[in-house]
């Protein structure tokens, strides 16, 4: 089983859908939790941080549930914009990072 | 402010070659990580540094690869000798402490290509 393991995607919505991304981990000593926006050909760049309580930014939210090893990340009010690759990153101590193979999403007009 | 510079950014290489790729890090940054990305195996990390020193080196694949620090603001990741199967891109990044949950700021990366 891999660590870190999303949805396969790709995941095509018309602008204005909401949509969710999944991801779950496999080690339970796990301490932080992210997700990464890749866009093509690009570096991925920090899109949240994901607290045990949630949290929300703008129109993104992240959920994490320990008990389940389970991360979500939904999108409210799809833009075009958001299309790109989304990667559920985990820190599984010290400063061991592990990305998910991505799920990608495009927004169509 | 200048983001993390990597360079070069593409690499076209024979196999058998020696590869280096540099790094700097953005100022005042503590830590530094060293990833490679294929479409096969994603991202994955190779190695990282916080203040200068080697501290997890278990994802660099094999001894053709190393790894340097020598100061707060350079890094390189040597393939010595180079095979196609190295072919990725290669991503530096850095984040500001060693917490672990401080964002990480990447480069725009290194194409390789070995053939």
């Known amino acids: 089983r891999k660590e870190v393991e999303q949805d396969p995607g790709p995941f095509n919505v018309p602008e204005g859908a909401t949509v969710a991304f999944n991801c779950t981990y496999s080690n339970s000593a796990s301490q932080s939790f992210f997700w990464y926006r890749q866009d093509c050909r690009k570096e991925p760049k920090l899109l949240m941080s994901?607290?045990?309580s949630g949290n929300e930014d703008g129109r993104f939210t992240a959920q994490l549930n320990r008990a389940s090893q389970y991360i979500s990340l939904l999108i409210r009010d799809s833009k075009l914009s958001d299309s790109a690759t989304y990667l559920c990153v985990v820190n599984k101590g010290g400063q061991n990072f592990v990305f998910g193979p991505g799920t990608r999403l495009s927004v169509l007009p | 402010d200048a983001g993390v510079i990597q360079s070069p950014r593409h690499e076209v290489t024979e196999m058998g070659q020696e590869v280096t790729l540099r790094c700097k890090p953005i100022s005042g940054h503590n830590s530094l990580f060293w990833y490679r990305q294929t479409m096969m195996r994603g991202l994955e990390l190779l190695i990282y540094?916080?203040?200068?020193?080697?501290?997890?080196d278990s994802g660099m694949p094999e001894d053709r690869f190393s790894a340097k620090m020598p100061n707060a603001s350079f890094s390189t990741l040597k393939i010595q000798p180079s095979e196609p199967r190295d072919s990725a891109v290669y991503f530096c990044?850095?984040?500001?402490?060693?917490?672990?949950?401080?964002?990480?700021?990447f480069g725009p990366g290194t194409r390789l290509t070995v053939l």
């Open positions: 994901v607290y045990s």
């Open positions: 540094f916080n203040n200068n020193v080697p501290i997890d």
């Open positions: 990044a850095s984040s500001l402490s060693a917490s672990g949950i401080d964002e990480q700021f």
